[in-house]
């Protein structure tokens, strides 16, 4: 069982900058595979990134890639998604997901068994 407690959304101007955070906890090792998605109203989760165990492969969706980062830190057992350069198109609600296949990176939201609560960003002026 993995747990998951997304935190740092909020309302950023488009231009702007903000992190959010994964914690996770439950397992006694961070063999799992990572990534984050975003739902607007009405439509199904959109996949952000992903990563790897060791962090160390990543994968970004197109309409993100070279504005978002991820990233985790595994002693602190926390999995990270910075995004700059924010549009009013990134506003969702971001949700981190895990999974135990530890060994490829996952872009399908059905392939993840755990998933946080979500957290809301809101781009807009």
């Known amino acids: 069982q993995v747990q998951l407690v997304e935190s740092g959304g909020g309302l950023v101007q488009p231009g702007g900058s903000l992190r959010v955070s994964c914690a996770a906890s439950?397992?006694?090792?961070?063999?799992?595979?990572m990534g984050w998605f975003r739902q607007v109203p009405g439509k199904e989760h959109e996949f952000v990134s992903a990563?790897?165990?060791?962090?160390?492969?990543?994968k970004y969706a197109d309409s993100v890639k070279g504005r978002f980062t991820i990233s985790r830190d595994n002693v602190k057992n926390t999995m990270y998604l910075q995004m700059n350069s924010l549009k009013p198109e990134d506003t969702a609600v971001y949700y981190c997901?895990?999974?135990?296949?530890?060994?490829?990176?996952?872009?399908?939201?059905?392939?993840?068994?755990?998933w946080g609560q979500g957290t809301q960003v809101t781009v807009s002026s």
């Open positions: 997901a895990a999974d135990t296949t530890w060994y490829r990176l996952i872009e399908v939201p059905s392939d993840y068994e755990y």
């Open positions: 439950g397992r006694t090792d961070n063999r799992y595979t």
């Open positions: 990563i790897d165990w060791r962090g160390f492969t990543t």
